[in-house]
């Protein structure tokens, strides 16, 4: 599993995680479960790339990193608050 975006406004963490079928859209908050707001199947791209061109139409705001960044995580249902904590503060920290 591989993060692809994440960024954190104020408490709130927000990103795309990549489960090697999806590009899952997530945000989150201290204290309750990880929201997951919408998933994009990769068979629609050719590649990252033009996954990141096309939803940056979408969302022009969305920071995605140059190169997904692998992580301990081999499920969504093990992203949590905290961790996504720590993978942000290892990218951007």
Do not use: R
Not at 8 to 28: E, R, W
Not at 70 to 89: G, M
Request: aromatic content about 16%; overall charge negative.
């Amino acid at each position: 599993m591989k993060i692809v975006s994440i960024d954190k406004v104020g408490s709130t963490v927000y990103g795309c995680v990549d489960d090697g079928v999806y590009y899952h859209l997530f945000s989150a908050d201290s204290g309750t479960p990880v929201v997951f707001e919408q998933k994009y199947d990769k068979n629609g791209y050719k590649d990252y790339g033009h996954f990141v061109l096309s939803y940056g139409m979408c969302d022009p705001c969305c920071l995605f990193l140059d190169d997904p960044v692998e992580i301990d995580a081999t499920t969504i249902d093990e992203l949590a608050y905290d961790y996504l904590c720590v993978v942000w503060e290892s990218i951007w920290g």
